[in-house]
């Protein structure tokens, strides 16, 4: 039988998400044009009327030299840059133009193992060897944080040869390490430091917020604008500055990486929401700022909840955080982060932004109001009371994935010829593909890392308990591509 082509689904699952008006905790900042007011109507005419192209006077993405160069002018005055990028396929386009531009194949860059699945892309195009630093673990609250100093000092005397060195800032939980340190030791090896600020587009707009990556020293900086800055999802901004990357090669990665037809509607979002930022950002942040920690207080009295705050930050790999960044645990309510949310949504009309086994994520932003922090205090209130204060803490899982052997850079092991086997017929062989843990979308397998027999036992076991693993196949999801010897 054909399709029934009156269906438009994903148009129809959307407007009707949108007509539940559910507390709003989560990305992207504007909260549905709340705080990207000026977009909704521009000119008293509907949004669509700017959905235009290079046409004359609207000037050329991949050669700006009229209004977008002014528009990215003023976001590289704004974020106090040398240079400022534009783009229109998120922070995972300007990473992977970044490392595109700066490895060639076999080159080592130095990043944390919890990085982001963005920089997978990079390193396959770019041929570049990964080395992977271990990120300091929170064990209280069963998450990675930042790079320890001395575990990159000595992965620096290690691998003198490498080409730079790529962090994330701060990571998706909101927490962040000793950013200026570890670009310091970098620069005294003369290596260049990118960082992948996805989540700080905000940081310098507000004093109680951690300090932005290129205060703190960095080379490069990609922000997802669109998640914390206001402005339309896809679109971010990359920033240089200083002279150890070229300027000239990075401009041609982004022309071979990003699309020929950049939505002006992104772009124009970018403008709008940098000027946004420049003349109230400081303004919306404390309002935002005041919901958070007016929020944290009264979740921090509910019974058995745990709200990480300046109290743990008592270790390396955590020096910062962002208050705006709820994250709360539940382990001691016997109840997965996964099924507080499930119920949080079905019966108190609340979403957040994320969760893992132990914790809820909730964004407090731009556009977020009272009432909807005030929602999910109440939500979890009763939750409390109805579903957890009968269940046991919840057992310990292994959470983070052992360390495996790197057996071929991610480029050779996309193209080396392969072949699909079990997860149980995998122990001793090489991936040839990533397994992702999402969210927060961190691989816990690259291609080419070897797949242990400790690797085999712990996937199995995430599985087991319903985390949400990607990347397998099959009909019982289970199936994954390995090298062919
Ligand atoms: C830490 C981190 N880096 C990079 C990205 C990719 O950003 P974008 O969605 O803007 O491509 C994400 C997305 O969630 C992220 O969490």
Redesign the pocket.
Known sequence: MNPDQNKAPLFAALTQYSAKNYAYLHLPAHRQGKALAELLSPGGKNLLHLDLTELPGLDDLYYPQGAIAEAQDLAAALYKADQSFF?V???????QALILSLCRPGDKLLLPRN????VLGGLILSGAEPVYLPPVISWEFGFATGVAPEDLARTLNEHQDCYGLLL?H???YGVGGDLARLTTLTHQENKPVLV?E??GAHFPFHPALPPDALSAGADAV?Q?M??LGGSL??S?LLHLKGRRLTSSRLSDSLRLLQTSSPSYLLLASLDVARRQMALHGRELLSQALEIAFQARDELSKIPGLKIFGAENLDYQGACFFDPTRIVISVKQWGLTGYQTAKILTSAYRVQVEMTDYYNLVAVVSLGSTREDAQALVKGLSEIWQKWANINPPLPDVPLFPPPVPVRLTPRKAWFAPNRLVSLKESAGLVSAQEITLS????PLLFPGEEITIEMRDYLDQLKKIDIPVKGFTGSHKDRLRVIKN
């Open positions: 783009l396929n998120g922070t995972s386009g300007g990473i990085c982001h699945r963005a994330v701060p990571t998706y992948d996805a989540h990609v997802s669109h998640k999802t896809q971010s969210p927060p979308g961190v």
